[in-house]
């Protein structure tokens, strides 16, 4: 079947928080967004029609998942990842960031210390936070264009703050990396010896980019699956995101039984049907789409790889191994922060996301969003190239 991912459809009067509320969080109004990450792109036909389907049958009753449910999502973890799940692990929520929250609150205390490795997904931060435990960070390495991993400072910070959980992002948003087994295992022994519960954020998982393999941090070895709440969700594959439906998998039976308690808690029961719908109807019947995005993708992330190199080599792309997000370092620019987001909010027009946002060594760098047909990705490098000119 053929996808056509070239089509623009207009998305402005739809309730989009991409699109239709620049101004209310004091953008300009007309911007060109490329932040957010949901794509530009309609849901594969098979989640459209498992939709329609349902929202012709008309009743929208209490509804829960049956075991064709969790037999789809054994396939697709199995195929993908390798990663043989059972179903008792499961436990859903309305998103990955509840369940992170939720992680938070149910297997830590207020006022302890949670591990999250910056630059990253800025509501990690806000997680901790808000629910009133120390945050302590593992800052990223940034060198020769790729970020590493300071192992002897995560192993440090653990020590010295007794951190009792951690947030990994992996593949990891904004910087792009997905993590080797190498990486993960090193991660993982240190967490083991040290008694830290890990939170694997795996959402963006099915998007690597080739010579990458990701690695469900959970299979890499028993001892870590028993010390991890995984969070995977069909919302960023498939663009999703608004029908709110996350598979958390979680193999200790206390820590699930806590995790599980901890959703009680908020009075949170059963899931909305249409996401129960999309995401059995992605899992079951998406591949295919997937794979032609994905093509589509790579000939984005082209895109942009050649039109920096020949027509903006003062920004730099960190080369991403997986998400449709790029991290790109405006370092050489020599510009402030203010000045910075002044070229892009005012001068280029474009919504992106500023990299302060994601920590404080993101300073410099800004993240874009290439889920979107090509020309609207051109439209937004020509508007930076003529910003950027006018320096
Ligand atoms: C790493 C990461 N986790 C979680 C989310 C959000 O997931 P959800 O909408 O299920 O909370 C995002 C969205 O950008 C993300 O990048």
New binding site residues.
Partial sequence: MDYNFDKIIDRRNTDSIKYDFALRRGKPDGILPLW??DMDFQAPPAVIDALTDKSLHGIFGYSENREDYIEVLQNWFASQFDWHIEPNWLVKT???????CTAIRALTNKGDAVLIQQP??Y??AESVLINERMLVINELVYSNGRYFIDFEDFENKIKQNNVKLFIL?SPH?PVGRVWTQDELIRMGDICTKHGVIVVS?E??ADFIYENHIHSVFANLKPEFSDITVT?T?P??TFNL?AL?I?NIFIENRAIRHKFKKEVSKSGYSQLNIMGITACKAAYSNGLEWLMALRTYLVGNLEFARTFLSEKLPQIKLVEPEG?Y?IWLDFKELGLSEAQLEDLIVNKAKLWLDAGEMFGAGGAGFQRINIACPRSILEQAFIQLEEAVSQL
Avoid at 94 to 100: D, E, L, R
């Fill in positions: 957010v990450a309305p998103s990955v960031v509840y369940a992170i990253v997904y509501p990690f992002c948003n954020d959402i963006h969070c969700a919302t960023k995101a709110q996350s998400t997000l």
